[in-house]
C-alpha cells in the first residue's frame, strides 16, 4: 500500500501537480471520455487544484473550468489550458449558483472530488458525506446542459444504493469507479453519470 501511495505522490510532484488525486480523474476520463475539448468544467471541492487543472488541459484554451472551494485557490492554468476561474465559496449556500450563474448559465460536466473533515466517528462522517454529494447533485441538476456529464466522489455505507439509484433517475448512463490510484482498503469511489436527461425529467421529478 505504501508503494502504490508513493508512486503516485511521487508521479504528481514529477508532474507538478498539487495533489495525486489527479489520477483519480485521469484514469476514469480516459475510459469514458466524458470531458472533451472546448467544454465548459464546473468543479466542486476544488483545493489544492490538481482536478481544475488537469480539465483545463483536456478543454483547452476554447473551453472554460470554474473551480469552487472554502480554501482559497489561485493558480495559473498550465501550457494549452483554458482559463480557470477561481471562487471562494461555500458549496452549501445558495450564493453559489448565483454566482456561478454570473460566469456561465450552464456547463457541460460538473466534476467534484469532495470529502468532508472528518470526526473519526464513521456514522457521522459517512451522513456529512453523503449531504455534500447530495449538494453536488443538486447543483449538477440545476447547472448541466442536457446530455452533460456528471463525475462525483463518494464514499460506500448504507445510504450509497439511494444515492445511485438518484442518479441513475437523471443519467442515461451510470457507472461506479474504483480507480487503481484510490487507496485499496478505502470505501471510496466515483460515481459517473453521462448523459444528463435535462431540466424537463428534473421538473418532473420534483
Request: net charge positive; with cysteine.
Amino acid at each position: 500500500m505504501r508503494t502504490v501511495k508513493d508512486y503516485y505522490y511521487k508521479k504528481a510532484k514529477k508532474e507538478k501537480y498539487p495533489a495525486r488525486s489527479v489520477y483519480k480523474l485521469e484514469e476514469a476520463l480516459n475510459k469514458y471520455k466524458f470531458i472533451r475539448r472546448g467544454d465548459a468544467v464546473l468543479d466542486l471541492g476544488c483545493s489544492p487544484g490538481s482536478w481544475s487543472l488537469y480539465a483545463s488541459e483536456v478543454v483547452g484554451e476554447k473551453g472554460l473550468v470554474v473551480g469552487a472551494d472554502l480554501q482559497e485557490v489561485n493558480k495559473s492554468p498550465r501550457a494549452g489550458g483554458s482559463e480557470i476561474i477561481w471562487l471562494r465559496q461555500d458549496i452549501m449556500v445558495p450564493e453559489l449558483l448565483v454566482r456561478v450563474r454570473e460566469i456561465r448559465p450552464a456547463f457541460k460536466v460538473l466534476i467534484s472530488d469532495l470529502a468532508p473533515r472528518t470526526t473519526g466517528n464513521r456514522w457521522a462522517d459517512h451522513q456529512q458525506s453523503m449531504r455534500l454529494i447530495y449538494q453536488t447533485l443538486a447543483i449538477a441538476l440545476e447547472l448541466l446542459h442536457s446530455k452533460g456529464n456528471y463525475y462525483c466522489k463518494a464514499f460506500q455505507g448504507e445510504d450509497f444504493p439511494d444515492f445511485v439509484q438518484k442518479v441513475k433517475e437523471q443519467f442515461e448512463m451510470v457507472r461506479i469507479i474504483k480507480p487503481k490510484s484510490s487507496r485499496v482498503e478505502s470505501r471510496e469511489v466515483f460515481v459517473l453519470g453521462m448523459g444528463f436527461y435535462g431540466r424537463k425529467k428534473y421538473e418532473n421529478k420534483k
